[in-house]
């Protein structure tokens, strides 16, 4: 799980370098913490789009889960 975190934060890093090149540290940090919690966010609003909507429920899994 370490190694996994690890590379994600790498990566993310990596981007936000070339994506912000005139930023400096501290900014791209908050950027990616921001990041992360608007995409946590958004997986909330889905699921609740899930539980609300049958018609949302379009795999097997999805409808195991939320039945």
């Known amino acids: 799980c370490d190694e996994v975190l ?9 981007s936000l370098a070339i994506a912000l090149p ?3 540290e501290p900014t791209r940090r908050k950027v990616a913490r921001q990041m992360w ?3 946590f966010l958004l997986i ?4 609740q789009n899930i539980r609300a909507n049958p ?3 379009t795999t097997e899994l999805l409808k195991k889960v939320f039945q």
Do not use: I
């Open 44 to 47: 909330g609003e889905e699921e």
């Open 37 to 39: 919690e608007h995409l």
């Open 22 to 24: 005139t930023s400096d």
């Open 55 to 57: 018609a949302a429920r």
């Open 6 to 14: 690890r590379l994600r934060r790498d990566v993310v890093d990596e």
